[in-house]
């Protein structure tokens, strides 16, 4: 999938890292470099060993084990099983009626962006100076004190991605962040997760430059095919500076250009925000002139009309249950969108884009789960679950560390109240790498950002 | 799954028939929303538009009668609050009528105007079982919305069954930027308004303009300040719900209602004890804005444990998503809230708060809305097999599910996909 190129001696010579070019991040170390100027600081809390047996658990690699039992070690998952003996020492959670699933990931967020309360003043997510901003990166804008994080935490989510906004052709860089509260953005951001790219379709582009702005500088795109030509025009100028590095010689660093090579060199993920199906069909022509790929569209509303290609070219779709009509590009939403694109053996992905939809995003999946049901696409909850970690987990290139309950990865675990697939559960316990980050019944382990202390509300249950 | 097989060739045989028929629907559990409470293996028998029996099987089968089956039994919900039927898109300025920034009026517009039976939110939302909508103009022009409507959801000519049900006023931070910029504008808007209807004679005598209203506007607000008209408030700190509740004191002829409320939990011993009645998104429990920083999702259990009438609606997206208010009503459970009480809040609360009579209930004598379920209705993983509005049977079908029929098969090998409905 990615299109990884080999790393010539004259780089090498550019830059302390030896393989590394600006921006493609990745490397775990925590000193900032050219390469990795802001690195990640997470470090998993202490967490203890833990076996939790007795519950239905969902192992995100599409199984369903019966009486399950899950054994968590140093912030991994050691086994998944039906017959698993504690360690000496090991505390126990007897989860009978509960079920245990790899934690929700959401790979659209912008919580942080465009963080509660949603004032003026906080509304950090488009940088709408031009239509081309892939110089920007999200990160620079998440205010770890949202507190949409921790409305999230307690519906499951123990990963996600925050995206610049849609108002941009090139919205600028994504970042993934692994869901615990931090005083800096370094300190939630996923080790070792690839950069990601945000770009957009349709209306949105030419309503905020063409229609809605045209006075500022540009004036362009005022249609469909004026977003086309901005993004053939940025790939043009950023294969120029790709060939320049891989020539070896040393242009001048353009923070721009830097990233839009970086996802032409398959370092950094492409997500693009596009709702038509037709729209969709030229961005993945678009992608093959230039040679790049797109990892997932997002929102896709119209993935169902071209589920078909969809599967072939190999992206993934992050969708909504059932949002429709608000825009005419929604406009031909329909709830069996997911099922439909899943049905077809295309990658599906319940997202969110939104601080309330990512609180019950396991509903979200219920819902188009059940309404595919309806229809004869008769897909098991285990394997519909995928939606909701392993796809998005493949979607930001770190499905190798999260997204399953499988050996030697993270131990990011919910323990539901009941089936997640019911108006009526809830996350009673949340776990990130192994550290209970939340828990529904013990006030003490439900985190209150900054934001809410001496409010009225503090504490209280949200 | 025979059941439901045959239900739905039950359904589909009933469809094209768009009369008052006599229909007898069994329940596994039929949710009256009466003192009947919840039936095991209930039969609710529908004639003449009418609900005309109530009870657990056997039951009487009048001649002719088409038997539909299904695990649940409701009566047809009711939205306490969205602007379905005002918008197509809501995004495109020109199949928008929901709200009018740049009029001349403001509580004179009459939202009935706008309201468009064709819509396709009206099918997609009775689809998801909601037979009845209480539809509000948005306040965009002043902190006067307009003149808001109820209506059924059958999508006919004829629909709205009654206009100027209600007046929508709008205060808290939209009040304050609609009023000049602060609440106490928004104040001295709502006093002022208030004069101008008192003193219309006087006021209008030689000219069009009151102190805040224009006399078509002051006209129109005047059933409310005389408190023969709801008064329904948007509103959601709790210092502007107890500004609301201090106003309704100083003028106990008012019929108010809030909608919003979001720290109505901070306050609602004295909502009970006015018995004002809410309209809330159950989902809120964001400090979204510094108006709802008290915002958490047991505001809609404990309103209603202190004794307030709740209505639950989904407040966002409120012209094409109206339908989601039974999801967000299933959170209101899982967040402590009695399943009846949430039941109630989707049907006899907003029927109660918009005077909607023998409506919300399965009871004989009631006009015959009902929903056949293939599960609980709170689920979010239930839907609909039959809707009826005045014992009619409605057409499942929407712009929705036709694109879905339309693409389900991708294969155009034939002809395009275009030919395929």
Redesign the interface.
């Known amino acids: 999938m990615h299109f990884r190129i080999l790393c010539l001696a004259a780089i090498a010579g550019l830059f302390v890292a030896s393989c590394d070019r600006p921006g493609k991040g990745g490397d775990e170390a925590s000193t900032p470099s050219i390469a990795n100027p802001f690195p990640s600081t997470y470090k998993p809390y202490p967490s203890q060993t833990l076996l939790i047996t007795n519950a239905t658990v969902i192992d995100g690699k599409g199984g369903l084990v019966e009486k399950g039992a899950v054994l968590i070690e140093d912030g991994k998952i050691k086994a998944v099983g039906t017959d698993l003996k504690a360690p000496d020492g090991a505390a126990t959670i007897d989860a009978a009626g509960k079920w245990v699933t790899p934690g929700i990931i959401d790979n659209h967020s912008h919580l942080g962006a465009y963080p509660s309360p949603g004032v003026d003043s906080h509304g950090d997510g488009n940088e709408i100076s031009g239509p081309v901003t892939a110089e920007v990166w999200v990160e620079h804008s998440v205010w770890p004190q949202d507190p949409g994080f921790t409305r999230a935490l307690a519906g499951g989510i123990t990963s996600l991605q925050i995206l610049p906004g849609s108002a941009n052709l090139f919205g600028g860089r994504g970042v993934t962040l692994k869901n615990v509260p931090a005083r800096s953005v370094q300190a939630m951001k996923f080790p070792g997760a690839p950069y990601t790219l945000k770009m957009a379709c349709g209306e949105n582009p030419k309503r905020v430059y063409g229609y809605g702005n045209g006075s500022t500088p540009g004036g362009a795109p005022f249609s469909r095919m004026g977003n086309v030509a901005g993004y053939r025009d940025a790939w043009i100028k950023a294969a120029d500076y790709k060939r320049k590095l891989d020539a070896g010689e040393s242009p001048t660093r353009d923070l721009e250009l830097e990233t839009l090579a970086g996802a032409l060199s398959g370092d950094i993920l492409v997500h693009m925000h596009c709702y038509r199906a037709d729209e969709m069909a030229q961005i993945m022509d678009i992608s093959k002139e230039f040679g790049y790929k797109v990892t997932a569209f997002h929102h896709a509303v119209e993935s169902y009309k071209i589920a078909d290609k969809l599967a072939e070219y190999g992206a993934c779709s992050s969708m909504w249950a059932d949002w429709w009509g608000f825009k005419m590009e929604a406009y031909d939403g329909i709830p069996e969108n997911i099922p439909l694109v899943h049905n077809a053996g295309a990658c599906a992905i319940v997202h969110s884009d939104s601080e309330v939809g990512i609180q019950r995003l396991n509903q979200e999946a219920a819902k188009a789960w059940a309404d595919g049901k309806r229809i004869g696409i008769d897909v098991p909850i285990e394997v519909a679950w995928q939606w909701l970690s392993l796809n998005p987990a493949k979607s930001l290139g770190v499905d190798d560390k999260t997204g399953s309950l499988e050996p030697g990865k993270m131990a990011d675990v919910v323990i539901w109240s009941g089936n997640p697939f019911s108006s009526y559960t809830k996350a009673e316990k949340v776990y990130v790498d192994g550290a209970l980050m939340f828990d529904r019944n013990d006030p003490a382990i439900q985190p209150v950002m900054d934001f809410e202390l001496g409010q009225p509300g503090e504490g209280d249950r949200k | 799954m025979i059941r439901r097989m045959m239900m739905s060739l039950a359904v589909l045989a009933a469809a094209p028939v768009a009369l008052a028929q006599t229909v007898v629907v069994y329940g596994e559990k039929v949710w009256t929303g009466t003192s009947q409470g919840t039936l095991e293996d209930g039969v609710v028998v529908i004639e003449n538009g009418r609900i005309t029996s109530v009870g657990t099987a056997p039951a009487r089968v009048p001649a002719g009668a088409l038997e539909v089956r299904a695990e649940w039994v409701t009566p047809g919900l009711i939205s306490a609050f969205s602007r379905t039927g005002l918008s197509?898109?809501?995004?495109?300025d020109d199949a928008n009528d929901s709200g009018a920034g740049k009029s001349a009026f403001s509580a004179a517009l009459n939202a009935a105007d706008g309201f468009n039976p064709d819509a396709?939110?009206i099918a997609?939302t009775r689809l998801e079982g909601f037979t009845r909508l209480a539809v509000a103009p948005e306040a965009a022009s002043k902190l006067f919305g307009g003149q808001g409507f109820l209506a059924d959801t059958t999508g006919l000519n004829g629909s709205i069954f009654e206009e100027r049900a209600f007046a929508y006023v709008v205060l808290g931070e939209s009040g304050a930027s609609l009023s000049g910029g602060s609440r106490t504008a928004a104040w001295a808007s709502l006093r002022g308004a208030f004069d101008d209807v008192r003193f219309f004679g006087a006021r209008y005598m030689s000219h069009n303009e009151g102190n805040v209203l224009t006399r078509m506007d002051a006209q129109a607000l005047m059933p409310a300040v005389r408190g023969e008209q709801l008064i329904l408030f948007q509103a959601s700190r709790?210092s502007d719900l107890n500004a609301i509740m201090d106003f309704q004191e100083e003028n106990p002829s008012l019929n108010v209602a809030i909608v919003g409320a979001d720290?109505g939990w901070?306050v609602a011993n004295r909502l009970a004890a006015l018995e004002i009645p809410v309209i809330v998104d159950a989902?809120s429990?964001?400090?979204?804005?510094?108006s709802?920083?008290?915002?958490?999702?047991?505001n809609a259990k404990r309103l209603a444990e202190a004794g307030v009438t709740v209505a639950i609606v989904h407040l966002?997206?409120d012209?094409?998503?109206a339908r989601?208010a039974t999801?967000v009503a299933?959170?209101a459970?899982?967040?402590g809230m009695p399943f009846d009480v949430a039941m109630k809040a989707l049907t006899t609360a907003p029927a109660e708060i918009f005077g909607m009579t023998d409506l919300g209930v399965l009871a004989p004598g009631a006009r015959a809305d009902v929903v056949a379920w293939?599960g609980d209705p709170?689920?979010?993983?239930?839907?609909p097999v039959a809707v009826y509005i005045d014992g009619e049977s409605q057409p499942m079908v929407s712009r929705?599910?036709k694109?879905?029929d339309r693409?389900?098969n991708?294969d155009e090998s034939e002809r395009p996909l275009a030919f395929k409905r």
Do not use: I, M, W
């Open positions: 197509e898109v809501s995004g495109v396709t939110p997609v709790a720290e901070r989902f429990n964001l400090p979204a804005s510094f709802q920083l008290a915002a958490t999702s047991e966002d997206n012209s094409h998503q989601l999801q299933g959170n459970v899982a967040n293939d709170l689920e979010v993983t239930s839907a929705q599910t694109l879905r693409y389900r991708l």
